[in-house]
C-alpha cells in the first residue's frame, strides 16, 4: 500500500502546472486515507479495506481535478471586457464616410435645342408692339391676354411702352412665381453681358418661357433678311438652338415675316441702349 501511494505522489507532482490544485488535494486526500487505512486494519480483512480506499482514493482524485479546471479556466474561455458598440453612428458622421448623402443632386442639362409651342399674333397698331410681345410670350407659358389688356397694364401709348422694366412688371404680374428680370444695357453689351444673355435666354425657354426684349436700330437675321426699328420695338424670344448661341424671334411687326432666328451676339447689339426681360 505504501508503495502504491508513493506512486501516485509522484505521477502527481509531474502533472501540468495547472493540476498542481488536484495533486495537493489527492495527497490530502491520500494521507486521510493512509490513517483510515492503518485505523481500520485490526477491524476489517484486508482485501476489503484495500478496495475501498483506492476507490475513494481515485473519487477524492477525480473530484480534484475536475475543481482545479473549474477553478483555472482558459485564457482563450475569458469573457472580453470590451463593451459593445451600441451607439448608432449620428447623421454628420454617416455623411463625412459617405459624401454621396451630402452632396446636392446636379441639374439636368438643358437641351441644345428647343422652340416653345406659342401662339404667334401680329400687333393691332403701329404703337402696341410692347403689348403684342408680351402677349406673344405669355401665350408659351399658357396664359391668354389680349393686347389691349396688356397695353393698359403696360402703361402704352402712342408714343409706345417706356422700357423693359414695365414688361417686366407685367409679365411677373401674370406668371406664378414672378420669374421674370430685367437686364439694361447702358451701351454697347459687353462680352460678359451676351454671356448672361444667352443665359437668360437658355433658362427661360428651358423654363417654358418667353422672353421679351426692347431692340433699337438694324440687324440682320441668319437668312440674311434685314429688320429696322429705328425708333424702337418691341420682339418675343420664343426659343433657341446651338446651346442658345442662336435664338428664335416672333416678331409682331409683320405677319407676313412672323419668325427669324439671328444670333444671340447680334440680338445683344441690337437691345444696346435698351434692355430685356427675362
Known amino acids: 500500500m505504501k508503495h502504491t ?6 505521477r502527481l507532482t509531474t502533472e501540468r ?22 485505523t481500520d486494519t485490526d477491524d476489517a480483512p484486508a482485501g476489503q479495506h484495500t478496495a475501498t480506499t483506492v476507490a ?13 479546471r473549474v477553478a483555472s479556466p482558459s485564457a482563450s474561455a475569458a469573457p472580453s471586457s470590451a463593451a459593445p458598440a451600441t451607439s448608432a453612428a449620428s447623421p454628420a458622421a454617416k455623411a463625412s464616410a459617405n459624401p454621396d448623402l451630402t452632396r446636392k443632386p446636379t441639374p439636368p442639362k438643358p437641351p441644345a435645342t428647343k422652340v416653345l409651342d406659342y401662339d404667334y399674333e401680329a400687333q393691332n ?5 410692347g403689348p403684342a410681345a408680351t402677349r406673344n410670350a405669355l401665350s408659351a407659358s399658357g396664359i391668354d391676354r389680349t393686347q389691349n389688356e396688356l397695353a393698359v397694364k403696360l402703361g402704352t401709348t402712342e408714343m409706345g411702352t417706356n422700357s423693359a422694366l ?6 411677373n404680374a401674370e406668371v406664378k412665381g414672378s420669374p421674370y428680370r430685367t437686364r439694361m444695357f447702358a451701351g454697347a453689351p459687353s462680352p460678359a453681358q451676351m454671356d448672361q444673355l ?54 409682331s411687326a409683320n405677319a407676313a415675316d412672323p419668325s427669324y432666328w439671328i444670333t444671340t451676339i447680334d440680338l445683344a447689339n441690337w437691345i444696346a441702349t435698351r434692355g430685356y426681360s427675362a
Open 5 to 10: 501511494l508513493k506512486r501516485q505522489l509522484r
Open 166 to 171: 414695365d414688361t417686366t412688371r407685367v409679365l
Open 125 to 129: 397698331t403701329y404703337y402696341n408692339c
Open 198 to 251: 444667352q443665359a437668360d435666354v437658355v433658362k427661360a425657354i428651358t423654363d417654358g418661357r418667353g422672353v421679351v426684349a426692347n431692340v433699337a436700330g438694324d440687324a440682320v437675321d441668319t437668312n440674311g433678311g434685314w429688320h429696322s426699328y429705328g425708333g424702337g420695338h418691341y420682339i418675343a424670344v420664343v426659343g433657341y438652338k446651338d446651346n442658345g448661341r442662336t435664338v428664335r424671334i416672333a416678331d
Open 56 to 68: 475513494e482514493m481515485r473519487s477524492d482524485m477525480a473530484a480534484s481535478r475536475s475543481q482545479a
Open 17 to 38: 502546472p495547472y493540476q498542481i490544485v488536484a495533486a495537493s488535494a489527492a495527497a490530502l486526500a491520500l494521507a486521510t486515507t493512509t490513517g483510515v487505512l492503518l
